[in-house]
C-alpha cells in the first residue's frame, strides 16, 4: 500500500494568514493526489484534484501543487469557513489511500 | 445534481454482518466510466477507502478487508450495496458512499459524498 503522511497534523492561523498543508506519498505517484476539506459532522468536499486542478465552485485561495511524492495546499488568505480538517488522497493504485489529516484551527 | 445517501443499521453486534445501500441520483451506474466508493472514517479518526464498483461491474476492494467485503449494484434501483462480515467494535464509525469524480482514465477520486452513516458495533 501507498502510504500517505500530512505535516502538520494541526496548525492554528489566524483569519487572512496564507497556510500551506504537505502531504507526502511512500512512492511516487505522479500528479495522482487529491485534497479534501472535512468540517465538522459533515462530509468531506474536494477541494483539488490531480494535484493543481481545482473542482469547480471551489474559492480560488485554494491551490494544489507537486508531484512524485511531494505536495501542497495552500490557502492564500484565509476566510473563516476555511477552519476544517484537511484531508489528502492517493489515487494512483489501489487501495485509494488518505493522509491522517491536517487539523486548522483559529488562532 | 448528483445525490447520494446511505441507509443501514445504526447498531449491530460484534460477528453480525453489516449491510449498508447506496441510493442516488443525478447519474447512472450503467453509464461508462462512472463509479461508486465506500468510505469509512471511525470517531475522530482519518477516512478509509474500503471499496468500489465500476459502470462495467469491475469491483476493487482495499486489501485489508476484502475477505470481509462485498460490493454490489442495482442498477435499476439506483442502488449500491456493502456487506461487511464478521463486525468488530473496531469497525465503529461512519460510513460514507461516494460518486468517482471522474468519467475517465484509472485515477479515482471522489465527489459528492453522500452525507454518511454512523455504525456502531456493540453487543
Known amino acids: 500500500d501507498i502510504q500517505m503522511t500530512q505535516s502538520p497534523s494541526s496548525l492554528s492561523a489566524s483569519v487572512g494568514d496564507r497556510v500551506t498543508i504537505t502531504c507526502r506519498a511512500s512512492?511516487?505517484?505522479?500528479?495522482?493526489l487529491n485534497w479534501y476539506q472535512q468540517k465538522p459532522g459533515k462530509a468531506p468536499k474536494l477541494l483539488i484534484y490531480t494535484a493543481s486542478s481545482l473542482q469547480s465552485g471551489v474559492p480560488s485561495r485554494f491551490s494544489g501543487s507537486g508531484s512524485g511524492t511531494d505536495f501542497t495546499l495552500t490557502i492564500s488568505s484565509l476566510q473563516r469557513e476555511d477552519f476544517a480538517t484537511y484531508y489528502c488522497?492517493?489515487?494512483?493504485?489501489?487501495?485509494?489511500?488518505f493522509g491522517q489529516g491536517t487539523k486548522l484551527e483559529i488562532k | 445534481q448528483i445525490i447520494l445517501k446511505e441507509s443501514g443499521p445504526t447498531l449491530v453486534k460484534p460477528t453480525q454482518t453489516l449491510t449498508l445501500t447506496c441510493t442516488f441520483s443525478?447519474?447512472?451506474?450503467?453509464?461508462?466510466?462512472?463509479?461508486v466508493g465506500w468510505i469509512r472514517q471511525p470517531p475522530g479518526k482519518a477516512l478509509e477507502w474500503l471499496a468500489l464498483?465500476?459502470?462495467?461491474?469491475?469491483?476493487r476492494y482495499s486489501p485489508s478487508l476484502k475477505s470481509r467485503l462485498t460490493i454490489t449494484k442495482d442498477t435499476s434501483k439506483n442502488q449500491v450495496v456493502l456487506t461487511m462480515t464478521n463486525m468488530d467494535p473496531v469497525d465503529t464509525g461512519t460510513y460514507y458512499c461516494?460518486?468517482?469524480?471522474?468519467?475517465?482514465?484509472?485515477?479515482?477520486?471522489?465527489?459528492?459524498w453522500g452525507q454518511g452513516t454512523l455504525v456502531t458495533v456493540s453487543s
Open positions: 443525478g447519474f447512472s451506474l450503467s453509464s461508462s466510466g462512472v463509479g
Open positions: 464498483i465500476y459502470w462495467d461491474d469491475d469491483k
Open positions: 488522497q492517493q489515487s494512483y493504485s489501489g487501495p485509494y489511500t
Open positions: 512512492q511516487s505517484i505522479s500528479s495522482h
Open positions: 461516494a460518486h468517482r469524480g471522474t468519467s475517465s482514465g484509472f485515477q479515482n477520486w471522489f465527489d459528492p
